[in-house]
């Protein structure tokens, strides 16, 4: 039945539930299942997260200790589903911690926002700000800036841009520092309050009115956080890879290393999947602190086309005098007040066990995470492969997959201990096959 549900979002939730039961015909256990996830007491502090809340969706809240980060110790907590992605940050962890650590430099922490707007003039009237127009739209924005220029942010500069490629589109970029929010509520309002004295100055001024009103188009941020970038690096005499390289002889393992991390440099079909194991570390950091992890994942895959193709946001270098170096850099607009950083009390937890850092302490120790489960990653490729250890992994996946009882349980971990592990496998020794 194609039948629209109008005013959804008004019913109350009991209501919503009975709407989709006799709209959809649900089977009775979607609404045990839908009581079973709520949280017991404090069910109405996450209905407020977002609209049309029903339940819960559960992921696990991990933890990967031994992080040594710039010289100090942390327990990184991740929230991910892949079952081998806090091992592989873990063992990364423990190996680095043994050999200098994770270093981080933050390059920048602003961001920007656009007000894009129509005027039919030619470019070179914004060579520079037209006069009075910045001090103007600041006064406008002061009520929403006040607050955060007290905390060290505020608007840093403005420039209009024309839009490349086309006459009379333009945009107002405003750069803004948001010292530890993500900012982007912050971003949106001042742009959005902008509008309209942006507007009046371009329609009453002579000089621009004679090329006809201008109208705007939008305001918004830019998530493509160029400049708020954070680089994580390691590095080790090649010897001391031996601990990890699988049996391989320690320099045969760095050249593997870099060769494979070469290839994603080069080859865009590669450096998706290499990539996606450095965003395996930083997404789980980036949604256990309650972080937008759809911006940093948009701007990072941005970042990592940025020289005209898709490429790896990791690099590897052997030196001459046999030290291996790793590192990874990318833009990490993160925050650890505002949003929901605070709001969400495993978030807020998150941040506690890291001794409540500063952004950009965020930034560096997600950075890390990501260069940790990129370096784990690539390490087990050019030596076992992943499979062996994430299907020993995945294996309490397969056994709750098919009802395992926990006799069946341990007796398949240990029939696993030292055999390859199948679904059919699985299934065989549970004698589950039809
Ligand atoms: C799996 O989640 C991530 C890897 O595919 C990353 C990679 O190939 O580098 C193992």
Redesign the pocket.
């Known amino acids: 039945m194609n039948q629209i549900i109008k005013g959804f979002s008004k019913l109350t939730r009991d209501e919503k539930i009975e709407v989709l039961s006799k709209h959809f015909h649900f089977p009775k256990h979607f609404c045990e299942i839908l009581e079973t996830y709520r949280h017991p007491t404090r069910q109405e502090l996450f209905d407020d997260f977002a609209e049309n809340t029903l339940s819960n969706f559960y992921l696990p809240f991990g933890v990967a200790p031994n992080f040594l980060i710039d010289n100090k110790m942390y327990v990184v907590p991740m929230v991910v589903e892949?079952s081998?992605?806090v091992a592989a940050s873990s063992r990364a962890a423990s190996f680095w911690a043994d050999n200098g650590g994770f270093k981080t430099t933050i390059h920048n922490t602003l961001k920007k926002g656009q007000i894009w707007f129509k005027w039919n003039g030619p470019k070179s009237f914004f060579s520079d700000m037209p006069t009075g127009l910045e001090e103007m739209l600041r006064e406008a924005v002061a009520p929403l800036t006040t607050n955060m220029e007290m905390r060290g942010g505020g608007i840093r500069s403005m420039e209009v841009i024309p839009l490349k490629g086309q006459y009379g589109i333009f945009q107002l970029q405003v750069n803004f520092e948001t010292v530890d929010s993500m900012g982007a509520n912050f971003i949106n309002s001042c742009l959005e309050e902008m509008k309209e004295p942006l507007l009046k100055f371009f329609n009453t001024n002579q000089d621009f009115k004679q090329y006809g009103n201008t109208q705007i188009i939008m305001a918004i941020l830019s998530n493509f956080t160029t400049e708020c970038l954070a680089t994580s690096t390691v590095e080790c005499p090649i010897d001391a890879l031996e601990v990890i390289s699988a049996g391989m002889k320690p320099v045969e393992f760095a050249q593997k290393l870099k060769q494979a991390t070469d290839i994603a440099l080069a080859d865009t079909s590669r450096a998706v999947?290499?990539n996606?194991?450095i965003f395996?570390g930083i997404d789980a950091v980036v949604i256990a602190t309650g972080n937008d992890f759809r911006a940093v994942e948009a701007a990072g895959h941005a970042w990592a086309a940025k020289d005209g193709f898709y490429r790896s946001l990791s690099r590897c270098e052997i030196t001459e005098n046999s030290t291996f170096k790793m590192e990874v850099t990318l833009p990490l607009a993160l925050g650890t007040v505002g949003g929901l950083t605070r709001l969400h009390p495993m978030a807020a937890l998150s941040l506690e066990l890291l001794g409540n850092p500063s952004a950009p302490q965020l930034m560096g120790i997600a950075a890390a995470a990501g260069l940790a489960n990129?370096f784990s990653?690539?390490a087990?490729?050019v030596t076992t492969g992943?499979q062996k250890g994430h299907m020993k992994l995945h294996l309490s996946n397969l056994l709750n997959s098919l009802n395992a009882t926990s006799e069946e349980k341990e007796a398949a971990m240990g029939y696993f201990k030292n055999r390859t592990v199948s679904a059919l496998g699985v299934k065989k020794f549970l004698r589950r096959e039809e």
């Open positions: 892949e081998s992605v999947t290499h996606k194991g395996n990129n990653a690539v087990s490729l992943i």
